[in-house]
């Protein structure tokens, strides 16, 4: 596999207003790791996603839906309990304000058993994320070990939800993982502020270097990417959005396309370029999949981008 994505997939109810004031909601398949995992695979990567899936007829939908969108699901196994949900509303200011149904999910039991039989050690490119730490002790104990047996690039996101963990929680796990990732990529201040105490992204960078990861990649939304190779420090320019109608699943679109030209050997600062644009091409859809970028689209809008078109 070039990209092998573990974490849950999850049945999405999205609005397009506020959970506040939203009474209808479209049904469809989001949650970071199914996002990550169907923009690498748009991108052209051949990309498999490990979870454990409630024997359910939303697991057995959610297995179809990341078939269709070119996922391998041969690692979506049936698990006790029930397959995650969540709902979300419209969301164009980038707030995201999400309310999960997953406690006791299939997906909160994984546990580093459910690896053995995976690529998730063998693939080129391993994402993790912070939500799948944050689901259970196992799942927490699973990315750990999935971080430290990987034999090709790893890409972490803490990715921090205070409505699944705390602070001290996501910054042991942060701390345990950096230094086997070859790519940490961390928000700010939306994760730097609660897991490192500034929102200053030089700062961050930094902070997260001393932790041991040799490249970070500090996402600032509209303002772009810093990415802090420790030889170089590089700003990179968001992409200009051809349309915004709904934030939710940016940042995991963005890893997606990173991965995916990560496991064609590409250098980091195209690989980041190429995050940023899948991300603002990814604003123009409805919920965490809702408009995923192909690698033409990206190429596209980031020839536009340089050449100023």
Same mark, same amino acid.
């Given at each position: ?22 009474? *209808? ?21 051949? *990309? ?240 965490? *999949? ?20």
């Amino acid at each position: 596999m070039d990209v092998v994505v573990m974490g849950e997939p999850l049945v999405e109810f999205s609005a397009d207003r506020a959970l506040t004031e939203a009474e *209808t909601f479209r049904l469809s398949f989001s949650g970071d790791a199914l996002n990550v995992a169907v923009a690498a695979a748009a991108a052209g990567a051949r *990309t498999a996603l490990v979870t454990l899936l409630g024997e359910d007829e939303f697991g057995a939908r959610l297995i179809r839906f990341a078939g269709s969108r070119g996922v391998d699901t041969r690692w979506m196994l049936p698990g006790p309990g029930s397959t995650g949900a969540y709902a979300v509303g419209a969301d164009p200011s980038g707030t995201r304000a999400f309310a999960y149904m997953r406690q006791g999910s299939a997906a909160s039991r994984l546990s580093p058993a459910d690896l053995a039989g995976s690529p998730a050690a063998s693939c080129r490119v391993l994402v993790l994320s912070g939500i799948t730490a944050a689901l259970s002790g196992s799942c927490d104990t699973a990315v750990r070990a999935a971080a430290r047996a990987a034999t090709g690039l790893v890409v972490y996101d803490p990715n921090y939800r205070s409505r699944l963990t705390g602070p001290e929680a996501a910054m042991s796990t942060l701390a345990a993982v950096a230094p086997h990732t070859a790519l940490l990529k961390i928000s700010a201040p939306g994760d730097s502020l609660p897991l490192l105490g500034t929102a200053d992204p030089a700062e961050t960078a930094r902070r997260v270097r001393r932790l041991g990861a040799p490249a970070v990649a500090v996402t600032l939304g509209a303002r772009g990417v810093l990415l802090d190779t420790g030889d170089s420090t590089d700003l990179i320019p968001a992409a200009p959005a051809p349309m915004i109608v709904d934030q939710t699943g940016a940042g995991d679109n963005f890893t997606g396309a990173l991965a995916a030209w990560l496991s064609r050997d590409a250098p980091l600062l195209d690989a980041v370029r190429a995050g940023t644009a899948a991300a603002s091409i990814s604003l123009a859809g409805q919920g965490g *999949t809702g408009r995923v970028a192909t690698t033409p689209e990206i190429q596209t809008l980031l020839a536009g981008t340089v050449t100023g078109a």
